[in-house]
């Protein structure tokens, strides 16, 4: 076989690198920003590095919001949401991929039409719910309608049913019971699409904005995504706080992310998303 030329590794990675400059420049130009005057972010010539970095921007921030109850609060609904959704969608997924009982079919499909309808068509009902319950601008109120996931349901449905048939029935032979088979031989045959449940839940949960800002009015009581909407004026708009806010927001999902970058990666190749 002929060996590839050293050209075309070259061209290789131009491309490779340009892609990811490309891909990083929105992430630099926020940091950029972050560290600009307000004057110079609106400048209509664009300033690609502030004259004197600003870096009380970041001081800032934590004078303008009260950050550490916040991220406090991310991260405490965060926690709770994930766990919440991998225990509910294992089960649920396996029920419907393995087990067999009357209404199967009708009540997955109800919980699949759930896909098809935008989350603001039932607000309003769910606001009322959770204002009837005593649970606004608590905790509780903000997690209490992503406990369940239809999505991540389909996930592991869709994971379980991948699974051999014969595995079960080996288990049956050795005298294992239903709930036996799916702990010890079945759970963790599916652990990359716990995985990408578990990455789904995070993002989804930590980016979440509109449920946040219609159940808490009270700026402790936020999460982070729905803190920085606070920081934009009617008439006025700090961006350089602003960005320094957001990039302090993601920081927390950054750091996770790299620290578990190999498992992030294993689990999304393994289960066929992109």
């Avoid at 075309?8 to 490309?22: E, T």
């Avoid at 920003?33 to 110079?40: D, G, I, P, R």
């Avoid at 190999?262 to 992109?274: E, F, N, Q, T």
């Amino acid at each position: 076989m002929a060996r590839p030329r050293r050209g075309s590794h070259a061209l290789i990675h131009v491309v490779l690198g340009v892609g990811g400059f490309v891909m990083a420049f929105p992430f630099l130009w926020q940091l950029i920003m972050s560290l600009s005057t307000n004057a110079e972010v609106q400048s209509v010539t664009p300033t690609f590095w502030p004259a004197h970095p600003q870096w009380g921007n970041y001081a800032a921030v934590f004078e303008r919001l009260p950050f550490l109850s916040q991220l406090w609060t991310s991260v405490l609904i965060t926690v709770i949401r994930v766990a919440a959704q991998i225990v509910l969608c294992t089960l649920a997924g396996y029920a419907f991929a393995r087990l067999r009982f009357p209404g199967r079919g009708v009540l997955l499909g109800l919980v699949l039409s759930i896909l098809l309808v935008p989350s603001q068509v039932y607000l309003i009902s769910q606001y009322q719910i959770v204002q009837s319950l005593g649970w606004l601008n608590t905790v509780a109120g903000i997690v209490a309608p992503g406990l369940f996931s239809a999505y991540g349901t389909f996930l592991m449905r869709t994971a379980f049913l991948n699974l051999p048939q014969e595995l079960e029935e080996a288990a049956r032979i050795d005298g294992s019971g239903t709930f036996r088979t799916f702990w010890s031989i079945m759970l963790p045959l599916v652990r990359p699409s716990i995985s990408v449940l578990a990455i789904s839940a995070v993002l989804w949960s930590w980016n979440e904005l509109l449920w946040p800002l219609v159940v808490s009015t009270r700026a402790a009581n936020m999460p982070l995504a729905a803190a920085l909407a606070t920081l934009a004026g009617d008439v006025t708009v700090n961006y350089p706080v602003l960005m320094a806010a957001s990039l302090l927001a993601i920081a927390p999902v950054l750091i996770l992310f790299v620290l578990l970058q190999r498992r992030v990666i294993d689990g999304l190749a393994s289960s066929g998303l992109k």
